[in-house]
């Protein structure tokens, strides 16, 4: 697979151009969904996540937002980046991937930077998504923030077949090389350049990977992205990669590549 290395997002990207095409129906394990798209989502025994599913017509890929310990399907941000590749016709699945109960022991027990954990519970969610009849047969990609980027690789690494794109902003990537090799999925890094603590890792991440990656560096900003510009750049980007890699028979690809200096 062809290693993209890393570019300056200096020059913006453009918008995205989508096609899409009806999935195919399908039974499975499922639970239906409740008011205004919330959905549970059984992942071990005896666990359930909560998450909100919203699956626009004819959309291909459906795309997993992961933010794990502190997260909520319904922050502001979550739901500002779910409405921006929702319409860019990908479905979204907002997730919890901590229970209410797990949230609370958090002050007891160390749960926050459990990317085992967080990973096999992501593919858990894919695995239900393959089954649930809004989903079987989309394309499913993984978009990581923060604790959830390192559970997006971990999950990716432990069931390939599960995810056909990842793309993580930023947050703890967490991973050896011996995990970060393993991953099979077409791999997005988007960092701040501002956010100088996460480059170095970000690099050596791409470095030890042997699938498809690309590292984008947005000028300008930090970890949080929340500089004029920056939140609709990086969600922009990750469109964009999610379109060509989810299925879309029509996308414009990234700006031809510059590699990144300093």
């Not at 809004?134 to 690789?153: D, E, N, Q, V």
């Not at 990842?166 to 393993?182: D, E």
């Not at 000028?219 to 980007?237: I, K, N, S, W, Y």
């Amino acid at each position: 697979m062809k290693k993209q290395g890393s570019r300056r997002s200096d020059e913006g990207s453009e918008k995205a151009v989508r096609g899409l095409v009806t999935p195919e129906s399908g039974a499975g394990s499922w639970t239906p969904p409740m008011a205004d798209g919330e959905v549970r989502i059984p992942v071990e025994e005896g666990v359930e996540l909560r998450g909100l599913l919203q699956v626009p017509p004819g959309a291909t890929g459906v795309v997993v937002l992961a933010r794990g310990h502190g997260s909520s399907r319904r922050g502001a941000t979550d739901l500002m980046v779910a409405r921006m590749l929702q319409n860019e016709g990908l479905a979204t699945l907002a997730v919890d991937l901590l229970t209410a109960a797990e949230e609370e022991a958090c002050r007891e027990r160390d749960l926050r930077f459990n990317l085992g954990l967080f990973g096999g519970r992501l593919s858990g969610v894919a695995r239900w998504l393959r089954r649930s009849p809004r989903t079987t047969g989309l394309h499913i990609g993984y978009f990581g923030a923060y604790t959830g980027a390192g559970a997006a690789l971990a999950a990716a690494a432990m069931r390939p077949e599960y995810v056909d794109a990842v793309v993580c902003r930023g947050g703890r990537l967490g991973q050896p090389g011996a995990t970060l090799s393993r991953v099979r999925a077409p791999t997005l890094l988007i960092v701040g350049a501002e956010d100088t603590t996460a480059l170095e890792p970000h690099r050596r991440a791409i470095s030890a990977m042997t699938a498809e990656t690309r590292l984008e560096i947005i000028p300008g900003a930090t970890h949080r992205f929340e500089e004029p510009g920056t939140l609709t750049q990086m969600v922009d980007l990750a469109c964009l990669w999610f379109l060509q890699h989810l299925g879309a028979p029509r996308w414009e690809s990234l700006p031809p590549q510059r590699v990144a200096g300093g």
